[in-house]
Every structure is written in C-alpha cells, then in structure tokens.
C-alpha cells in the first residue's frame, strides 16, 4: 500500500467489494455483514517474502492456531493495548479456523 492512501478508505473498499463478491457467490446462506473497525498491522518491504509465505500457507497455519490466537499474539507483539472483550466478536474457536 502507498502511504498516500489512506488505511481507512482502503479497508472500506475491501470490505465492499469482498462483502459484494460473498453475497453474489451465495458463499453465507445468512445476511453476511462485516463488523465494525479493522486491525492493520505494517511491514518493511524486506519482509516481503515472510509475509508473501505466510498468505500462501494460511490454511495449514490455521490449522494449529485459530485467527484470534494469532491476533492476540500480533496485539502483544505489537505492544497495542487492548481489552478482548472489544477486539472481535469471536465465534466458536472451530469456525475460526479458516476452511477454505
């Protein structure tokens, strides 16, 4: 991402365009709607590649640790403060995990 884009309006179109494509593939037999806010966090472009890898094995990452075992872990590696209570709404630790 260029840094004269802004991270806000960046994350909304995501949103749009991704909650658009969930609808019309009929991916979520129920109303699927994102919920509030957003979590970023930025990397160096030397590590370009760790995280090009990561993406390409998320599913077999996922498999041993859900998405919010590994936000939780990126919250404190980042020294972010936060309350749990008012990161997610976190659903059943099995549908966390990412099964596509």
């Known amino acids: 991402m260029k840094p004269t884009c802004c ?3 960046f ?4 949103k749009k365009s991704s909650n658009a ?6 991916f979520n037999g129920a109303n699927f709607s994102w919920q509030e806010g957003f979590g ?8 370009l590649s760790t995280a090009i890898n990561y993406s390409e094995n998320q599913k077999q990452h996922h498999k041993k640790k859900t998405f919010k075992e590994e936000y939780i ?4 590696a980042f020294e ?3 309350n749990e ?3 997610f709404e976190w659903f059943d630790e ?3 995990k990412i099964n596509t």
């Open 7 to 9: 991270l806000s309006d």
């Open 11 to 14: 994350v909304r179109e995501i």
């Open 21 to 26: 494509f969930i609808k019309d593939k009929n």
């Open 40 to 47: 970023a966090f930025s990397y160096s472009h030397s590590q």
């Open 73 to 76: 872990v990126m919250l404190k």
């Open 80 to 82: 972010i403060e936060f």
């Open 85 to 87: 209570k008012f990161t």
């Open 94 to 96: 099995n549908e966390d």
